[in-house]
């Protein structure tokens, strides 16, 4: 797709290159020996304005090989350069400006939320369009600016201010499982806050992501003139991310994903905020309404195919009430596997490659099978069902593959547990201490405290489905990056702050 020209963009050049060329431009422009204007910057070093400090504010006048591209950059040095130019003019265009570009995304997430959810789904394949317009309807409820209460302090020694300040220029990283989603609610935060960034989305789903950035670049800079603020790579690889992570003006790194990404981001010698894997396990212990906790199950667990980080994905019931809670499951829609359809499909789901050595080799997860409707893993299993199935499920062992593997699929584990410990047991070791999310469904309070306690998960959810932790039927903010590993919690503009404390002694206490 082609920017728009606009006159802002055409005199934006003309300036640029009018200052490049000095007072005696005009006739030296002629000259054979003019050095032509440096387009693209490879790199800080290369750059014609290295002389200067990287903060100064003529730096953030703009350069002319950075305009054009609406944060759309082959080079994730030059967009690592054009990322911190952008955020220098959020800085200039103050609190109003980062209030702007929160509207700007939200209102376009929103018009565009039909036409982007088919577009994600055309490229990746995973997930349901219904789930994906939906969570790109509610960025909208994702905290902005005024989520930045500073903390006053005021006594017989003055006053102190603990503000919220922007790190300037933030490296994140996105998943397949919801890159348009998590790509603008981290914008969103990450602006609020008075940052710009730099995305490396997922090689599979990073088409959407760069035709949504270049939309929100154009309209932020139709509005406030800041072509770069969220810059992408495109293609994403693996060098990109390397460059990104080692570039000066990356102050901070936001990675949401899985174990590799996780591990690659906390060894980069930058600070990490880590959302990472999940595997979040659901106890029934029957004290509460089990047609409510199966209605919440089938709810989570079938949300965009079993896409969430946060979705249940397996479920340990007490023994007196675990047949009453598969029927509960089955009037819920939810379509119950022998357990010959269950060996079949988890043959596919967990294939064991040849390993290269001769030795033993181990199951791997079926990427294809991730996120594909339950009507098809059905068939796999050697079942047919309508397409309008939103869960498959099965009674398993403890030990299940699909109990202890974060399958991320609509076929949903159901385990026989003896007591509330033995399925506090078996729920902590299916979590595998990744502390993401766990649920329970209980009117029993000191069952509720028990697991709490035991998982220490990021998210803990009673009596309700796993979206209730993301304020969707409970109390709370959304956000598609939850900082798990790294303990941040469920990223929001104050995340992306670092604390400066502003002391004034002994005056300014007004009484
Ligand atoms: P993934 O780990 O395959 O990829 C995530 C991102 O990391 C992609 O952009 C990928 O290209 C990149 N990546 C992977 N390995 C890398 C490496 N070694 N170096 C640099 N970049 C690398 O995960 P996915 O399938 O896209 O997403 C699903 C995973 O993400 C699940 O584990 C899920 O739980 C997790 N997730 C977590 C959250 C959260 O908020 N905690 C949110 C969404 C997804």
Redesign the pocket.
């Known amino acids: 797709m082609t920017p728009p020209i606009n006159e802002n963009l055409i005199r934006d050049i003309i300036q640029e290159v009018l200052e490049r060329l000095g007072p005696t431009g005009a006739s030296s422009s002629n000259t054979q020996s003019q050095k032509p204007a440096t387009t693209q910057p490879a790199s800080p070093q290369s750059c014609p304005c290295s002389q200067e400090s990287p903060d100064s504010p003529k730096k953030s006048q703009g350069r002319i090989g950075l305009r054009g591209k609406f944060g759309i950059f082959q080079d994730a040095n030059e967009a690592c350069e054009a990322a911190q130019e952008a955020y220098l003019q959020l800085s200039e265009k103050g609190v109003a400006g980062r209030n702007t570009v929160v509207r700007i995304v939200k209102d376009i997430c929103s018009a565009k939320a039909v036409e982007w959810g088919k577009l994600e789904l055309d490229e990746t394949k995973i997930g349901r369009l219904d789930h994906k317009i939906e969570k790109l309807l509610g960025l909208r409820a994702v905290p902005g600016v005024e989520f930045l209460n500073p903390y006053g302090l005021s006594g017989d020694h003055g006053i102190t201010l603990e503000e919220y300040a922007p790190f300037g220029v933030i490296g994140a990283?996105?998943?397949?499982?919801?890159s348009i989603p998590?790509m603008a609610c981290n914008i969103i935060s990450m602006a609020a806050a008075g940052n710009a960034a730099v995305f490396?989305?997922?090689?599979a789903a990073y088409r959407c992501a760069v035709t949504a950035a270049r939309v929100f670049n154009e309209a932020i800079y139709r509005e406030l003139g800041i072509e770069n603020l969220a810059c992408i790579i495109e293609p994403?690889t693996?060098e990109s991310?390397a460059a990104i992570t080692k570039h000066p003006n990356v102050k901070i790194l936001c990675?949401?994903?899985?174990p590799?990404?996780v591990?690659?981001a906390m060894s980069s010698g930058k600070r990490a905020i880590c959302?990472?894997?999940?595997n979040p396990p659901v106890l029934v212990d029957g004290t509460s309404n089990l047609d409510t906790a199966a209605r919440c199950v089938v709810i989570g667990a079938a949300y965009d195919n079993n896409l969430l980080?946060i979705g249940e994905k397996e479920v340990f019931v007490l023994e007196p009430f675990f047949d009453k809670f598969m029927a509960a499951l089955e009037k819920q829609g939810a379509v119950r596997l022998t357990d010959a359809q269950v060996e079949r499909l988890a043959k596919e789901a967990f294939p064991t490659p040849q390993s290269k050595s001769g030795g033993p080799s181990h199951p791997v997860l079926n990427r294809e099978l991730?996120g594909r409707d339950a009507a098809v893993l059905a068939k796999i299993a050697g079942l047919e069902v309508p397409a309008s199935t939103p869960l498959l499920f099965a009674e398993t062992g403890p030990d299940h593959l699909f109990v202890i593997e974060?399958q991320?699929m609509p076929f949903l584990p159901v385990v026989r547990v003896k007591s509330v410990e033995d399925g506090i047991a078996k729920a902590k070791i299916a979590e595998r201490g990744y502390k993401?999310s766990a649920m329970i469904h209980s009117y029993d309070v000191a069952n509720m405290t028990a697991m709490a306690k035991a998982l220490e998960t990021t998210l803990f959810v009673k009596n309700g489905s796993c979206l209730a932790g993301l304020g969707n039927g409970g109390e709370g903010y959304p956000n598609?990056?939850?900082a798990?590993t790294t303990g941040e919690g469920i990223c929001n503009p104050r995340t992306f702050t670092r604390i400066r404390r502003c002391v004034m002694v002994d005056k300014l206490r007004i009484f």
């Open positions: 990283v996105t998943p397949s499982t919801h998590t490396n989305a997922h090689p994403p693996l991310f990675v949401t994903g899985g590799g990404v591990k690659a959302a990472g894997p999940g980080c991730v974060e991320m993401h598609f990056s939850i798990t």
